[in-house]
């Protein structure tokens, strides 16, 4: 991310790294879907997200790292939605805040000086290694790992915060990979579709297409 003045202070696992400049991924799943962020300093911020409707006895959520009675749960819906300019028809979600995704692997390279607004920066980078083995319960019944022409839905994004004359800009400037079309991470349905190919990178035939002729300049 090219960043010229690198800020990040929040350094406590899943602190709120969203009310700093940070990179966002969601997984959607089968009736849930998966919240990642992560900041320069390498914090990360993770919930696992299941539609209220879908939270019952006897179903594939009953599991003890699901019980809304005995973990570190939230609720997203209703109020929360109005202040993200929209209410997903589909109503509330059962955050769990304490949900640590399984293999999870981060690192982060900082191009410049943190925290340092006396020099100018380049920028910073984050990888993040999500585990086929940590995906089976937003898999549901897909396999895992998927299939050659399986398509998941998945949404790529990175917020900043900006001061303006001393004053935060708000809301958080943020770009996504596709157009949400409101302020609002939190929609599966515009989250960007992702397609599993068994091929490898560069493995594509040459379908043998070529730029297309111009014609002869015109004086």
């Excluded at 769990?96 to 340092?116: E, H, I, K, S």
């Excluded at 006396?118 to 898999?139: N, S, V």
């Excluded at 019944?141 to 998927?146: G, Y």
């Excluded at 397609?195 to 300049?217: E, I």
Aim: proline share 8%; with cysteine; glycine share 10%.
């Amino acid at each position: 991310m090219s960043e010229p003045n690198i800020q990040a202070k929040l350094a406590e696992r899943d602190a709120l790294v969203w009310t700093e400049n940070d990179v966002e991924i969601f997984i959607g799943g089968e009736d849930c879907y998966y919240e990642f962020e992560i900041n320069a300093l390498g914090t990360v911020y993770e919930v696992f997200y299941i539609w209220q409707d879908a939270l019952k006895k006897g179903s594939r959520f009953d599991l003890p790292e699901f019980d809304p009675l005995k973990r570190r749960v939230d609720v997203l819906g209703g109020f929360q939605d109005a202040m993200r300019y929209g209410k997903h028809p589909r109503g509330a979600r059962w955050a769990f805040m304490d949900w640590d995704m399984p293999g999870l692997r981060t690192a982060v390279q900082v191009q410049g000086t943190l925290n340092d607004p006396a020099d100018i920066d380049d920028g910073w980078t984050a990888e993040i290694a999500f585990p086929w083995r940590g995906m089976k319960q937003l898999a549901g019944s897909r396999p895992v790992p998927p299939r050659d022409g399986d398509v998941w839905r998945m949404d790529f994004s990175r917020f900043e915060l900006l001061e303006n004359c001393g004053v935060t800009v708000e809301p958080h400037p943020g770009w996504a990979l596709n157009k949400h079309g409101v302020y609002d991470s939190h929609i599966p349905e515009c989250f960007s579709f992702v397609h599993f190919s068994g091929l490898r990178a560069g493995d594509l035939p040459d379908s043998g297409a070529r730029p297309p002729k111009r014609g002869p300049k015109k004086p």
